[in-house]
């Protein structure tokens, strides 16, 4: 029982910047490792990054490495995507996800938020 809501998308032009929040409550959230996802259209999910509950371990897709960053603040169960160099690929509703291990495949994660739009145009 973990509820997750993004915020922080929108519409962007290339090379622009956006954070993207997720908020984590209920059972056990603070201890959760945490990941971020995301589906274009016509695409599947995608894993972006995750970042494990001590903060000192994380993974990216390739495709995000050096323009991606997450983070999190376990005191306000806050999980954040910091996202720069913005590329119209990264066109997608992004989704926060947690569970007691975590990794880079959807099957690896119980809770998931309801995504939030990140559109960057050219």
């Known amino acids: 029982q973990v509820q997750l809501v993004e915020s922080g998308g929108g519409l962007v032009q290339a090379g622009a910047s956006l954070r993207l929040s997720c908020a984590a409550s209920g059972r056990s959230s603070s201890t959760y490792a945490m990941g971020w996802f995301r589906q274009a259209p016509g695409k599947e999910r995608e894993f972006v990054a995750a970042m494990w509950w001590s903060g000192g371990s994380t993974y990216y897709a390739d495709s995000v490495k050096g323009r991606f960053t997450i983070s999190r603040d376990n005191a306000k169960n806050m999980v954040y995507l910091q996202m720069n160099s913005l590329k119209p690929e990264d066109t997608a509703v992004y989704y926060c996800?947690?569970?007691?291990?975590?990794?880079?495949?959807?099957?690896?994660?119980?809770?998931w938020g309801q995504g939030t739009q990140v559109t960057v145009s050219s």
């Open positions: 996800a947690a569970d007691a291990r975590g990794g880079r495949y959807e099957y690896e994660y119980r809770y």
